[in-house]
C-alpha cells in the first residue's frame, strides 16, 4: 500500500514561473519529511526537508509547506529554471519508534522547465 | 552530506547468475542502507547494514537473496543471488545524517537488467 502519492506524473512550467509539486501521504505518524530531486543515470539528490512540528521551509528557491490535517505537502520552486528539470520525490519518516533510515518514497514527479 | 561511490554503475546479467554491488562512504558511519527501485515504482528499503552484525531485511527481503556485507565502517556490499528479470531495478546505497538518520544521501546507484 502507497503510503506517500505524488499524484502528478509529470509537470511542465515555462522558466521563471513558479513549480509546484505536491504529495500526500496516509500514514499519520510520520514526522519528518523531505523532499528529492533525481538526474537521470545518478542517484536522488536531497533538496529540502520538513519536519512536522513545522509547516513550512524555505531554503532559496525551494520552499516547502506541510499541511498535517490534510495530510498534504508541497513544493514550489521559485523561479523554475531549466536546471530544474528533474524527476522529484516525495519521501516521508516515522521517527519515532520507527526503523532508522526507512523513508517512505513516492513514485516521482517529472518536472520540465521550458526555456 | 556524503560522498558515496557505488559500483558497477549498471549492468546487464543473465537468468540466474549473481551480482555484488560495492557502496564506498567517504566517512565512518554506523549505518547503512539500501533501497532499491524498480520500473516505475517508488524507492523501497531493502536493509539497514551494521557494522558488527547481521543485516536487518525488511518485510519482502531475504537474506539468501540479498546478502549484505558490511566489514568497515566506511564499505558494504549487496549481492543479489540467482537473478530473474524481476530484479532488474535501480539498486541504491545511503548513509544518514542527523541524531535519527532521518535525512538520507544516496550514491549514484546501479541500473541492473536481467535477461
Known amino acids: 500500500d502507497q503510503q506517500v502519492k505524488q499524484n502528478s506524473p509529470s509537470l511542465s512550467v515555462q522558466e521563471g514561473r513558479i513549480s509546484i509539486l505536491n504529495c500526500d501521504y496516509t500514514n499519520s505518524m510520520f514526522d519528518y519529511f523531505l523532499w528529492y530531486k533525481k538526474y537521470p543515470a545518478e542517484g536522488p539528490t536531497f533538496l529540502i526537508s520538513i519536519s512536522s512540528i513545522k509547516d513550512k521551509n524555505e531554503d532559496g528557491r525551494f520552499t516547502v509547506f506541510l499541511n498535517k490535517s490534510a495530510k498534504h505537502l508541497s513544493l514550489h520552486i521559485v523561479p523554475s529554471q531549466p536546471g530544474d528539470s528533474a524527476v522529484y520525490f516525495c519521501?516521508?519518516?516515522?521517527?519515532?519508534?520507527?526503523?532508522?533510515?526507512?523513508?517512505?518514497f513516492g513514485r516521482g514527479t517529472q518536472l520540465t522547465v521550458w526555456p | 552530506s556524503a560522498v558515496i561511490s557505488q559500483k558497477p554503475s549498471r549492468d546487464i546479467c543473465q537468468r540466474g547468475t549473481s551480482l555484488t554491488i560495492q557502496c564506498q562512504v567517504d566517512s565512518q558511519v554506523t549505518m547503512m542502507f539500501w533501497y532499491r527501485q524498480q520500473p516505475g515504482q517508488s524507492l523501497t528499503l531493502i536493509a539497514t547494514a551494521n557494522q558488527g552484525s547481521e543485516a536487518t531485511y525488511e518485510s519482502g527481503f531475504v537474506i539468501d537473496k540479498f546478502p549484505i556485507s558490511r566489514p568497515n565502517l566506511t564499505f558494504s556490499t549487496l549481492t543479489v543471488s540467482n537473478m530473474s528479470p524481476e530484479d532488474s531495478s535501480i539498486y541504491l546505497c545511503?548513509?544518514?545524517?542527523?541524531?535519527?538518520?532521518?535525512?538520507?544521501?544516496f550514491g549514484s546507484g546501479t541500473q541492473l537488467s536481467v535477461l
Open positions: 545511503s548513509v544518514g545524517r542527523g541524531s535519527l538518520n532521518e535525512k538520507l544521501f
Open positions: 519521501a516521508a519518516s516515522a521517527n519515532r519508534g520507527s526503523t532508522l533510515g526507512r523513508l517512505y
